[in-house]
């Protein structure tokens, strides 16, 4: 069963547009699981040797990179500022407008 979710969860992370981000929590709204942030979490650590699913796009509800030590290092910044994305003391910045909500982008 776990494969399965963790495979609905990484087709929801493979749609965030580049410059994007959303969170664990608002993945899990989108699949029906609005208690699930902590299942996201735990595909976003197995997904590490998937290339296609850009795991450095969720952040937790307050735009910290939580999960950045899975990245090793700097890693998850680095990608997301190559995309354009500012981050101060391991925070998005203007978060709220970079904010991608799937139950509204996709419906």
Known sequence: MASDA???????????P???????GAIA???????????VGWAMNACH????????????RNG???GKHHFGGNR?????????I????????DFKNLFWSPKEELL
């Open 6 to 16: 963790f495979q609905d969860i990484y087709e929801v992370v493979k749609l965030i």
């Open 18 to 24: 580049p410059g994007r981000v959303t969170s664990y």
């Open 29 to 39: 709204e989108y699949l029906g699981s609005k208690g699930g942030a902590r299942l």
């Open 49 to 60: 040797t998937i290339p296609d699913v850009p795991a450095h796009r969720v952040v937790n």
């Open 64 to 66: 910290v990179l939580t």
């Open 76 to 84: 998850m910044q680095e990608l997301l500022e190559a995309e354009g």
């Open 86 to 93: 500012q981050i101060k003391n391991d925070q998005i910045q």
